[in-house]
């Protein structure tokens, strides 16, 4: 485990609009406002279309990270992530994980990571800027390759 204490900054409320690509919208307000790091307790919204992490088939190696993903349209979705640097592309790099409900089967579901999406009518999120220490997302290629949280590091 690894575990720092996070002073926080500034806290933003932020409404995307219809048609918006989420993660380039999420990303732009990331780059206008400065923020680095963060987390996002609570996202809220409705999206056309949106890319999971998933599968249909069995999972090969269900020890291994999954890389495939799946595509679902017309949902409401509730999420939450963290923001963290990833000094490789001089942005933020986002994790997000959302629980959807299908709005044409409001019985059936998808829990996984977003991967993107296009939002329909409206979509709400909050975001708590961490100022210190620096939080950065490098890929560990002992672990699969896959983006873990970094503390401390400069940016």
Avoid at 65 to 94: C, Q
Wanted: glycine share 10%; aromatic share 8%.
């Amino acid at each position: 485990m690894r575990a720092t204490e996070i002073t926080t900054g500034r806290r933003f409320v932020v409404a995307f609009d219809d048609g918006e690509d989420f993660f380039t919208a999420l990303d732009a307000f990331c780059q206008e406002t400065g923020i680095q790091a963060g987390h996002i307790p609570t996202l809220i919204g409705g999206f056309s279309n949106v890319r999971l992490v998933g599968t249909c088939g069995p999972l090969e190696h269900p020890e291994r990270p999954l890389w495939d993903e799946i595509k679902v349209e017309t949902l409401e979705l509730l999420g939450g992530g963290t923001l963290a640097w990833d000094p490789t592309t001089s942005r933020v790099a986002p994790h997000i994980h959302v629980s959807a409900g299908l709005k044409a089967a409001s019985a059936d579901g998808r829990t996984s990571h977003l991967l993107g999406g296009t939002v329909q009518f409206i979509t709400e999120l909050v975001i708590e800027e961490w100022i210190g220490p620096s939080v950065t997302r490098p890929r560990n290629p002992d672990l699969y390759d896959v983006p873990v949280l970094t503390f401390g590091e400069t940016n």
